[in-house]
């Protein structure tokens, strides 16, 4: 990695400290550095193997690359990112990986099936948050040596413990986990165990079009170019400006601050749609907004309840009023646009009949619970809304306005009674979602898995011998089907209240171009943005 202090500074006219590059940005845009004004507070961590987070998930898409990936133009379909060809055995449990020659490392290292190896050996091993995508094939940390193994330096054999459809095992391993990181890089860095993790953390080790400068929490993340990428980005750095404030996003983009702007309001995004000066780039997310209720919490998980909450809720209201540019209303865990994804709409807003399944659930005078809720716009403004909407029935929330990571730690600890929550897929397959949201094989507090259920607590055997089911049926058709009843009957009997799917806006100057915004968040690529 290049030293900070031998960076060229914006103008090209001196050597400056990296800091002072961000200083420099700030004030005003410098040829060859892109200036995104973002919130990106969601950050805990930047390592692959453990980040879950749209922001840190988006950074890996830009730093890292995968055995395969999918294009943003057709999601669906698979293509090879390292890997240039692969084959699955007759019992469908050998997959056999060949990887592209001339691959590079930021440290001009060639990637190798050993780097490879290393890398999916380090996500079993360290069984993070997102680990729970490649443990499903059986991989453990006592088998791993055997299961995840190279057989020269071009190749990469991975064994299943059981059959697996090609297709399902690379979707997975074009997740973010599936990142592949330069082992001499990490394991130089370790400390005792942690495989490198808390040095990853802030740095990168990546082969993607850019490389980790900084990251200072709630404030900045400073990417630089990969010199050895494969394709070279037309922008040699990004400079990611945490702002929360919508307001201050729109200010600094009109006085040319910020060249980018990634959360503005709807009313923002309409005005500037019609002014020349700027671009409106939209994509529809394999995103959702929802409300996870604990289990844990005695009154929340009477099944009367639950539904009282989600009939309680304006959903169409909230979407109108406060997010109609941001997204759209929709009810089921598997987002418009994946493979068997549900768009009917069951619950509207439906006050006496909320109130009536609340006396039922006796409680004829509701009750009081803590609310978790990340305080920036516009969550925070739909959480507002959420609560008159609770409070019309006697449901009294405590409001716990915070940081998105807080918000997420605390979910994470099943600490939470209420929570309204963002989650992104993380590989177009409907068991991305499908796993996350209905499956929980141990509910204990040590689970291994530790999927969205398990964090609301939600015990669900049946339900998850359900899911298990879906995802090993071979046959399309009724794999679709499998999906369409399990999202059914989760919209019922569910403590998770999903109210809309994300419509993703980021506005540019016009002298901005080439940003894509994927469906889901690593596709977001940075490369060909270019700012004339």
Known sequence: MIPRRHLLAASGAAFLSWDAVIRAAHAQTPPGVIVM??????????????????????????????????????????????????????????????????????????????????????????????????????????????????????????????????????????????????????TARAQGDDWGNAWMKGNSAGSGAYSVVSWRA??????????NAAHGPATRRIIMRHVADPSAQLLGLQRGDYDIARNLASDQIKTLGTDNRYTVVTQRKASLLYVAMNQKNPILAKPGVRQAIKMAIDYEGIQRNIVPNNYAVHQAFLPEGLPGALTEKPFKLDVAGAKRLLAEAGHPDGFECAFDFFSGAPVGDIAQALQANLAAIGIRPRMLPGEMRSVITKTRARQHDLALLRWGSDYFDPHSNAEAFSMNPDNGDDARNKTLAWRSAWAIPELTARTQAAVRETDTEKRVAMYEAIQRDHQQQSPFAVMLQELEVAVTRNSVRGLQIGVLSDRTSYAPIAKA
């Open 37 to 186: 004004a973002k919130q990106i507070d969601d950050i805990i961590t930047l390592d692959p193997a453990e980040s879950f987070e749209y922001t840190a998930q988006e950074i890996a898409g830009n730093v890292y690359q995968k055995l395969v990936t999918t294009p943003n133009d057709d999601p669906s379909r698979l293509v090879g990112d390292l890997a240039e060809s692969w084959t699955a055995s007759n019992d469908a449990r050998t997959f056999t990986f060949r990887l592209k020659p001339g691959q590079k490392f930021a440290s001009g290292k060639e990637v190798t099936a050993e780097d490879v190896v290393y890398s999916l050996q380090r996500v079993v091993a360290l069984n993070k948050a997102p680990a729970f995508i490649i443990n499903q094939f059986g991989f453990t940390k006592d088998n791993m040596a055997g299961t995840i193994r190279a057989t020269d330096p071009r190749t990469v054999v991975l064994t299943t413990a059981e059959p697996t459809a090609t297709s399902f095992l690379l979707y997975c391993l074009s997740a973010a986990v599936g990142s592949i990181v330069e082992k001499a890089t990490v």
């Open 218 to 227: 709630s404030e900045a993340v400073t990417l630089q170019a990969n010199p």
